[in-house]
Every structure is written in C-alpha cells, then in structure tokens.
C-alpha cells in the first residue's frame, strides 16, 4: 500500500500572538516541524505543542531558520558559515531539551522560509547547515525541496534526506517554487489542494502555474500551518488520500 508523509509548520505562536490550530493540524499530520525561537515560537508554546505531538504519536522535527522574528524568517540573510552552522546547532540542541522534557524527540530537520529556499540552490550555505547536522547528530534525516541540488550536496555527505512537496503553493515549469512576491503564489482552495497532490503521488507531477505538468518526486508532502484555511486544507488532503489507498505515515520512527 503506498504511504506519504504529511507535514505541518508548527509551534509559531509568540506570547500573545497566536499562529496557526496546532491542536487540530496534529489530529490530521503525521510530522510536525516545531519552530525553534528564531523566526517565531517562545519557550513556553514549543514546549506544548511537542508535548501535544507526543500524545498524539507524531513525529518530531526542528524548523530551522534563520534569526528573523520580525520577518517571520523570510528574509534572505547573507549570514557568514560559521554563524549559520552555530545557529543551526543552538536551534536543534533547545529543541531537543524541549522534545526530552516533553517525552518525544527531535528525528529530523526542516529549513523554514529564506534559509530553507536559499539553502536548496545555494551551496556555500548548504554546506554550513550540512555541517551542523553532521556534527551533532548524522542520524538526524534533512528534509529538502524535491529536485533541489541539496538533495545530491547532503547525501554525498553522508546524510539521510526526504524529498518534499508543497500542497498549498504554486510551482513552476521548472519545479521550484512560485515567489510569494507573484499573484498565484499560495494556493486557498482545498479541494484542488488534495487533488493536486493525490495526482503527485499517483502520477508524480503537478500542474505549474502556466498548465504545464512538472515531474516531482516527494516523500513528504508539506501544508503550512500558518496559510488561511490550513486545516481544512490538510483535512481535505488526508481524506483524498485515504480514499485513494494512500496511507499517511511519518517517514521517520515516531518515539512510543
């Protein structure tokens, strides 16, 4: 029976502020990647959402970013290698003391917004988060953008990956994804949402922006948390998916 992973950013909200229904999206994920304070999320909130994902059995990954709280970590930074391998460690190693506290573990990796789009083209950076991973932890599985040359730099690295796919967002011919800047960009309508992506997983394309049919090969297929209607979004997608025989399933080993 074939499986997909389903993935969700969360873990975002900050004081006061609240980003997202971590509760209901944990009810319907398989893989939760949790913020870890650099470009949203305070100590308080992670540590509810790990302890919620580990009663509800979902795995556990560090949504990495770049130190960007008021850009929300979209913002392109030109952060010097060793400064980014640092703060790649620091992210991780706080999300872990939350995960042990909370009775789960952190078992994979998850590059947000700016970092994780530049990290998918650009290899001086790679290489830096590279070495992150590989000086704390070579078991921990790096998730990266279906087709992006990241794939081939971390596993000649030695490292494990997943290829990842976007439900709620716009890609184009060449299978990268459509600037947030562009008209188009976030896709709002459920329904086409879980089409979509039950035909990649089906098929192994998704229709571009221009109508054109893109080859994508994915493991794990992403919705954010933070997108208008996320939730049903995901409810939508798993349903299509279940009905079809697909299975979700976390691509890496939940902790009982």
């Known amino acids: 029976m074939p499986t997909i992973d389903l993935n969700s950013d969360l873990g975002e909200s900050f004081g006061q502020w609240r980003m997202g229904d971590d509760a209901a999206m944990l009810d319907i994920v398989t893989s939760a990647n949790v913020a870890c304070g650099f470009h949203a999320g305070d100590p308080a909130g992670i540590l509810r959402t790990l302890q919620a994902a ?42 872990q003391a ?32 590279i070495a992150a991973l590989r000086q704390l932890d070579e078991d921990l599985v790096l998730v990266c953008l279906a087709g992006s040359p990241l794939l081939g730099w971390a596993r000649e690295a030695g490292l494990s990956c997943v290829a990842e796919a976007f439900a709620d967002r716009a890609y184009t011919p060449e299978g990268t994804l459509v600037s947030r800047r562009l008209p188009g960009a976030v896709l709002h309508d459920a329904e086409l949402v879980a089409q979509r992506m039950l035909r990649l997983v089906q098929d ?53």
């Open 204 to 256: 192994g394309v998704v229709e571009a922006i221009d109508g054109s049919l893109t080859p994508i090969e994915a493991e794990s297929i992403c919705v954010h948390g933070d997108s208008p209607g996320a939730v049903d979004m995901a409810r939508a997608l798993r349903r299509h998916l279940e009905l079809a025989g697909v299975t979700p399933r976390a691509f890496t080993e939940v902790p009982s």
């Open 54 to 95: 580990a009663a509800k059995g979902v795995a556990v990954g560090a949504h990495v970013a770049y130190p960007d709280l008021v850009g929300f970590g979209r913002r392109n930074l030109d952060i010097a290698s060793d400064e980014l391998t640092a703060d790649v460690l620091y992210q991780i190693g706080a999300l």
């Open 98 to 129: 939350l995960a042990r506290a909370a009775g789960t573990r952190v078992t994979y990796v998850k590059p947000h917004g700016a970092l994780y789009n530049t990290i998918a083209q650009d290899p001086r950076q790679a290489q830096a988060v």
